[in-house]
């Protein structure tokens, strides 16, 4: 399953909403789909599974919608320290795939 | 806290085996898959595959001729073998846990060169 994120790079401002996409080639079986957080150097960090349950710790300004092929991560309102690269995982089907991820920057 | 931490060599010449480790701490190996995913310097996160608890694997069709993975529950850690590489496997290697990584190591970078 191919996944295509969208836009490839989001500029935008403190305190603005980000709204992130992440398509499927093909339904997703039960809605496995995560979202990862990454920034420079630094591991993957979960900020959703099973496409909208927020991970421990994760503030409630992130959040997962969709189902089938179409998912979308909200961010309400950034933060300074959410400028990062996002990255959406299927993990329903093998072999489990990343999309190529989305740079938001300011 | 559960935490992963890898460790292996950081060079492999080519034509080699890439050989990492990864140590779990604070809990336990039991009732969970194990995934391992590499980066590319610059790159995205690709999915190598996954081995449970108990041994069984699932192993990404790119790679399945060179790869291996294996647990020891009684260390606590799992491996990864990667065969006969290239500068294309030159990467940054994390472990993780479960099929979505709700834990990471900090990864290692494993550099492919004579």
């Known amino acids: 399953i191919v996944l295509t994120q969208s836009p490839g790079t989001l500029s935008l401002s403190p305190g603005e909403r980000a709204t992130l996409s992440c398509r499927a080639s093909?339904?997703?079986?039960?809605?496995?789909l995560a979202w990862y957080q990454q920034k420079p150097g630094q591991a993957p960090r979960l900020l959703i599974s099973?496409?909208?349950i927020r991970a421990t710790g994760i503030p409630d300004r992130f959040s997962g919608s969709g189902s089938g092929t179409d998912f979308t991560l909200t961010i309400s309102s950034l933060e300074p320290e959410d400028f990062a690269v996002y990255y959406c995982q299927q993990y329903g089907h093998s072999p489990l795939t990343f999309g190529g991820g989305t740079k938001v920057d300011i | 806290q559960v935490q992963l931490q890898e460790s292996g060599p950081g060079l492999v010449k080519p034509s080699e085996t890439l050989s990492v480790t990864c140590t779990v701490s604070g809990g336990s190996l039991d009732g969970y898959y194990w995934s391992w995913v590499r980066q590319p310097p610059g790159k995205g996160l690709e999915w190598l595959g996954y081995?449970?608890?108990?041994?069984?694997?699932n192993y990404n069709p790119s790679l399945e001729s060179r790869i291996s993975m294996s647990v020891d529950t009684s260390k606590n850690q799992f491996s990864l073998k990667l065969t006969s590489v290239t500068a294309a496997d030159t990467a940054l290697y994390f472990c993780?846990?479960?099929?979505?990584?709700?834990?990471w190591g900090q990864g290692i970078l494993v550099t492919v060169s004579s």
């Open positions: 081995v449970y608890f108990t041994g069984i694997t």
């Open positions: 093909q339904v997703l079986t039960s809605d496995y």
């Open positions: 993780a846990r479960r099929e979505w990584g709700d834990y």
């Open positions: 099973f496409a909208s």
